[in-house]
């Protein structure tokens, strides 16, 4: 498929009479229209969000020969409203702003809508909020022209921290009308993000079903990554296993093992051991027969692990996995892991009491010092509380029967100890950007 567009790709610059970057003569550029330029600039945005990564030069080199033709156009030029539409295109497809400021100001015809440059100018000056209002209405004004689908992406852009649910009908309509193009990309990555933080499971979800489908190859889709983890740690009692599964589906093999690392380390690091250990598996199920690739599986599933009745066996299978097979900052969350669970297995000092003795103390001291009640439970100094069994009978709220029920003070340093974790985990990313 990326083979066929730069077919196309090259078919067209043919037609236009411009081989490629540092090919174009100005006479080339006296002779080509616009508009017509702008065509080939929309052919090389859009292969890129569907996956031509190669033609990511050709853009740049489309739009510095689009802004020469534009600031050597004679005014007549701009006569023509598929030229004029041309331009503003080009201003809100990652053009240089001046040239926008430059037509402008030789528009002495008024070819321009002084009310669409305006907003544009506003803009792409950062004030977008200023004309908000003025530009939804500018949307419904032009929203059967070639500048629709840009505008609605604009108000989308510019209402979104003030009116989300407004940003996403402008989203919609962006995206509905112009199919399989960069400003579909743009705006199903942002309605994603907006669903997300309104709690709209539902449009989330189809929306990342969407994105997957088209747009899977876009240089944007780490964004989209970062977004869909977010989703599925975020609202997972909320989503469907089915939509999750269906949207992971999509992707190649090594891209969906990915997400699922992503997210158990983020289920884990927040305290979601369902998740992450069910992410974990899918990882390990994915990683192959590789030596080793299953290295982040096993540390993320180990995480989801220390807070469990069953916290030796979690810190043992941490320690088992071979330094040199985890990154630095993944080597730093194992080690701050491991030291909430040694914590975790030692006895809390009581508030009040006498400190611990050393484990070396005297037989007749270490004696002296265990006061206990007939029937209860020997308790040797440094040695954990005795950890009760609730009966079926006896289940406390919150603990399902059989469950080993936590001694509250230890589930309070359990709480802290994973929100250290939390707090480790912050660091190590935001030391990785």
Known sequence: MASLRRFFLGSALAVLGLSGPGQARSEDLEAIAPYKMLRSLQFVQDSVVLG????????????????????????STF??????????????????????EYLVARDVDGNFDNRVTDALRKYLAGKGTLIAKSLGELVSEYKDSKIGPYLALVAGNVTISTNPKGALKFYDWARLTAPGTIVEEAALRRSVAIAIETGDVAKASAYSNRYARRFLHSP??????????????????????????????????????????????????????????????????LSGTAEGADTLARLYGGLAEVPTSDILSAVDALASIPEKELSPADRALRAAAEAVAREILSEPAQQGSSPLLPFDTPAETAEAAVTREEGEPLQFPGEAPPIEVVTKDVAPSGTKPGEVAMDPQLQDFVSSGRSKLREIDSLLQEEAQ
């Open 52 to 75: 031509d990564h190669s033609a990511g030069e050709m853009q740049r080199f489309m739009l510095e020969t689009i802004d020469k033709r534009l600031r050597q156009a004679d005014a």
């Open 220 to 285: 944007y889709a780490s964004q989209f990554a970062d977004l869909f983890v977010r989703l599925v740690v975020e609202r997972y009692e909320a989503l469907n296993a089915e939509d999750v599964s269906a949207i992971l589906g999509y992707m190649d093999k090594e891209r969906a093992r990915e997400i699922y690392l992503r997210i158990a380390r983020a289920a884990a690091v927040r305290g979601k051991n369902q998740l992450a250990g069910l992410a974990a598996e899918r990882a390990k199920a």
């Open 79 to 100: 006569e023509s409203t598929d030229n004029v539409d041309a331009a503003l295109i080009y201003a809100m497809s990652g053009g240089n702003p001046q040239t926008l």
